[in-house]
Structures are given as structure tokens and as C-alpha cells.
């Protein structure tokens, strides 16, 4: 699918202003398949924080993880990311704990518009656990780090400047009502810039 060039609620890459879109949400919420869709969709470039992290250090995020410790990797995830937000704009897919960061959630305030991929704790776990590859699971009870996890998180990602509820459906299908919730959420925006110029 591609947008159509006419259709003025659909100009997003112009209307962004220079800003990138980028995805947060937990681990196995689709933040790098739909992202990847939405990039295409829209023409951007698509970068995701953890390739970029492993390939400026040579090494996977479990290594990472195994050699230096959660804090030493978030610093370096908070680095990338700040690097990652100059070249915009494009659509950037972040790992589960970026957002959690308080000055990436500021930079991303400042030069991005934040998505939050929303799913529920049963295909969070569903997708995950085809998966061995997460740090923060190797835990007996996986579930319960993820119920925990979601605790946490869900009020930070909660800020996040559009929600999408994601289910088990075609990346398609969350691509696109991804697109109509950006172009909503630019459209208020637009309005409300519009309106404060009014009075």
C-alpha cells in the first residue's frame, strides 16, 4: 500500500516538520515489524535502537546485557538514541526500557512524535516466548517478570504522544491504523498551533 500523494491528511512525512516517529512499547509488542511497515509506507528511513547498539558495540544486546549490566547498557541505548534522533526524519523502533529513560523520553519529546505499541500480557508472551533472546525473561517465571514489567512501564508509555492497541492481526493492518492515528494526531496539533495563532 502507499499513501496517495492527493490526499492532504495523508502528506505525514512532510507534516512531520523535520521530526521522526519512533516506536516504544515492551518486547514482543511489533515495534520493529511495524515500524519497518510504516517506514516503507510512508518513505522514510527505518532504524532500530538495538541493531544500532549492536553494531556500534560489536556485540548482541544479551551480551551486552550478561558482560556490563542493565545500567551500563541503558546509558549506551540512551547515547545511540540521542545520535539516532539528529538524523531525522525517520521511523525508529526503541528497546522495552528506552522510554523509560527520562532523558530519552525528553529528546524524544523534543525532536519526535512518540507511538506507543499497546498489547495485552497473553500475546506479549505468545510472541516472546518463540523467542530466547531476552535478557530480562531468563527468570522462572517469565509471565510474572512481564506482568511486573508492564506495571512499571505501561503509566510511562502511557505519555506517549499517540496509543495504537495492538492484537493479533496483520502487520498491515496495525501499519495502517498506525498512519490514521499519526495523521489524527498531526491534524490536532495543526489546530491547535492554528488556534493559538487566532487569538
Known sequence: MTIDENDPKHRIAERLNGRSIVFVGLM??????????????????????????????????PELFERYGEPEFRALEQRVIQRLLEDGPQVLSTGGGAFMNEFTRASIREGAISIWLKADLDLLMDRVSKKQNRPLLKDPDPRGVMQRLMALRYPVYETSDVVVVTRDVGKDVIANETIEALSNFLDAEEQGKKANTDV
Open 28 to 61: 514482543g509488542a511489533g515495534k520493529t515489524a511495524i515500524g519497518r511497515k510504516v517506514a516503507q509506507i510512508l518513505g522514510l528511513h527505518f532504524a532500530d535502537s538495538d541493531h544500532e547498539i549492536e553494531g556500534v558495540s560489536r556485540m548482541s544486546v
